[in-house]
């Protein structure tokens, strides 16, 4: 069974610093693209970062140069270190891996899967 387990989230002051973690397990395709979203209450869950195999990274235009994205592939783990936090980062954050099962002659089947989520809060 495919899990995908979060942590690392929690209270922090406005300024702050907290290091998500997210490991994936059971996963048997070659996995692809690795990210973060949020979601907060009465908001429509959006893309934080995100990072390729090849280790091309993206972000959302409010936490670049802020947030870092990284992985470990051994590990099959994707990390989101957020630095000077803010009050609107408050948020559920989301892992989501994306992995692909390859058949045929350059064909290929898409998977995608979510972590639980890991509340982040910043405030005084």
């Known amino acids: 069974q495919v899990q995908l387990v979060e942590s690392g989230g929690g209270l922090v002051q406005p300024g702050g610093s907290l290091r998500l973690s997210c490991a994936a397990s059971?996963?048997?395709?070659?996995?692809?693209?690795m990210g973060w979203y949020r979601q907060a209450p009465g908001k429509q869950r959006e893309l934080v970062a995100r990072i390729t195999s090849g280790t091309s990274t993206n972000y959302a235009d409010s936490v670049k140069g802020r947030f870092t994205i990284s992985r470990d592939n051994d590990k099959k783990t994707v990390y989101l270190e957020m630095n000077s936090l803010k009050p609107e980062d408050t948020a559920a954050y989301y892992c989501n891996v994306e992995a692909f099962e390859t058949y045929g002659v350059g064909s290929h089947r898409r998977y995608v899967y979510w972590g639980q989520g890991t509340q982040v809060t910043v405030s005084s």
């Open positions: 059971g996963i048997i395709f070659s996995i692809n693209t």
